[in-house]
């Protein structure tokens, strides 16, 4: 994939070999002979992609790692860095929510019981966290706290507001609950969940890179773009965006690990119970599958590999009809929940069905021969279908997309373009040694998530709300984190940036030598030095910044977002 090619400035180079230059540009090997680093848990599955790309172990990663782009370095802990984004989008609500009025956009609002008590605590709940209570977060609130009581609340999946019932319960028979409301509460668990979430989605989606890609640096530059991604308030609001993200990541991780580990059920089946995408995820687990396969075919290894994997989708597609069961159950048949009167009432004023009132007009879904919920209440309640979307008013939701859109699928028609005959073979069978030679590692791990980065896209673009691509792919696909790295820590790009700090004297000479990597760190140097950046770079880091604090200031105030 030639990424490396970021303009005039810092156009693609060869893949097979690589030699840092500084200062006046002559190769400066006396500081930079450490081999490419290889996680050792990659490095021993050379010998499956050799036998899959033509058995020849031409390793092009002769490369050195490319180091930092300075002799200073500012490094921080996942952790750290992770936790400190989310603080600084709680910050940036409340800031948002105080100073800017409430916008009007006609939604779902939660019904709460007006007769209800004020603890002493909600209000300092609702100062704090109330701009992250807007738009689907009053769905997953409100499932919490009531379950799926109207049968729009079904396009909603229940692990998150699952996770919520259960420790808002646990909490709310101890006496925390003579100190805050349980719609309260429900809030400050999900964001504090939230965080976890996304603290465990940065350390998954760093090892992932690291295997992937096989450098630590476009590792930590791809987590660093992680914790201020362009769909970022969604991943501290009461959204699935951030335990998708683990879990997804998990299963990307696994899948070239072990795919035939049974482990690997428990993060599939939880993602499908998370969200509706999460059904693609089985594609990993197969295209793996199918790839040890083809490296180590022998007819007993087809069997034991094939037997596990029966196993698996066995398990992670009982729990997904577990949901389904409970659905039909809800909508299916006419009988008496015990539902609170001011949901009872919501749903009469808003011509809402509520859960135990079948009718024979309502929830036609029930009738189908397989009665799943999920594409009949998108399409009904939310419009959802082939090109519902394309109207002239939409145009403003489009441009918001653009950015990722572009990202994603430009550098994916760049990969294929250049490594079309490795694609065509699905990359499971031989291609030519010129071919292989020509191939980074990354370039042979790298197609089925490119492949599962332009579905998510174009399924976006085309069937749903365009404007939700940003987020889906933030939180379902690596690839465009990865896209951007690259841009970051392209061979040539990182020689403009030497060359800049040597001329105006920000790098000493030997200085270089002081690179290292710090494990589970990152290095915040050159994401701040935005004097040597190009153009693209300062386009991608204003894009991911940008959105952060324009998406957070909208959705606190129930504007539309993506």
């Not at 033509?54 to 050195?64: C, E, K, Q, R, V």
């Not at 009904?380 to 145009?395: A, D, I, P, S, T």
Request: include cysteine.
């Amino acid at each position: 994939m030639r990424m490396e090619s970021n303009g005039g400035n810092s156009g693609g180079t060869s893949p097979k070999r690589r030699t840092n230059v500084v200062g006046n540009g002559k190769s400066n090997l006396r500081h930079h002979q450490h081999q490419h680093h290889q996680p050792h848990h990659y490095a021993n599955k050379q010998t499956e992609s050799s036998v899959l790309d033509g058995g020849t172990d031409a390793n092009p990663t002769s490369s050195t790692e490319l180091p930092p782009s300075s002799g200073s370095f500012l490094h921080i802990s996942i952790i750290k860095l992770a936790l400190g984004s989310r603080l600084l989008v709680i910050a940036l609500q409340i800031m948002a929510n105080q100073l800017l009025p409430d916008h009007d956009a006609g939604v779902f609002i939660a019904p709460r019981d007006k007769d209800a008590p004020e603890r002493p605590l909600d209000a300092l709940v609702r100062f704090t966290l109330g701009g992250l209570d807007r738009w689907d977060g009053q769905y997953f609130l409100h499932i919490a706290e009531h379950g799926y009581t109207y049968e729009n609340t079904l396009a909603f999946f229940p692990l998150f507001p699952f996770i919520l019932k259960i420790v808002s319960s646990a909490l709310n028979s101890t006496d925390v609950i003579t100190f805050i409301s349980y719609r309260e509460l429900s809030l400050v668990l999900a964001v504090l969940f939230n965080m976890v979430c996304f603290i465990g989605a940065a350390k998954a989606l760093y090892r992932l890179s690291k295997l992937v890609l096989g450098s630590k640096k476009k590792a930590e530059i791809a987590v660093l773009l992680f914790c201020f991604n362009p769909a970022s308030i969604f991943f501290t609001a009461p959204y699935t965006e951030s335990l998708f993200a683990w879990l997804s990541f998990a299963v990307m991780y696994q899948c070239i690990e072990d795919v035939t580990s049974v482990f690997i059920t428990i993060p599939l089946s939880l993602s499908i119970l998370s969200r509706s995408n999460g059904m693609i995820n089985i594609g990993f687990v197969l295209y793996f599958a199918i790839r040890r396969i083809v490296a180590q075919y022998n007819f007993h290894n087809v069997i034991c590999i094939c037997s596990r994997l029966f196993t698996m989708l066995i398990i992670v597609l009982f729990h997904y009809g577990i949901a389904q069961v409970y659905n039909y159950y809800l909508f299916c048949f006419e009988q008496k929940f015990n539902f609170p009167a001011h949901v009872r009432e919501y749903a009469s004023e808003h011509g809402l069905i509520l859960a135990g009132n079948k009718t024979e007009e309502s929830s036609p879904w029930c009738t189908n021969l397989l009665p799943l919920s999920y594409s009949y209440v998108q399409s009904h309640y939310w419009n959802v279908g082939f090109l519902r979307y394309y109207e002239l008013k939409q145009l403003p939701n489009f441009l918001l997309a653009l950015p990722a859109i572009y990202l994603t699928l430009s550098n994916s028609y760049r990969y294929l373009q250049e490594h079309w005959e490795y694609a065509a073979r699905l990359g499971l069978f031989r291609v030519s040694k010129k071919q292989f030679k020509m191939m980074r590692p990354y370039d042979r791990l790298a197609l089925v998530f490119v492949v599962h980065a332009i579905l998510l896209t174009l399924f976006s673009l085309f069937f749903v709300h365009v404007q939700v691509t940003t987020r889906i792919l933030c939180a379902a696909s690596p690839v465009l984190y990865w896209y951007a790295a690259e841009y970051f820590t392209g061979e040539r790009t990182f020689i403009k940036r030497q060359v800049i700090r040597k001329l105006s004297k920000q790098v000493k000479d030997g200085d270089e030598i002081s690179c290292t990597h710090v494990t589970n760190h990152v290095d915040l140097s050159d994401l701040l030095d935005i004097r040597c950046m190009n153009w693209q770079q300062q386009a991608i880091l204003g894009y991911f910044v940008g959105y952060t604090v324009v998406g957070t200031i909208l959705f606190s105030n129930f504007y539309p977002w993506t």
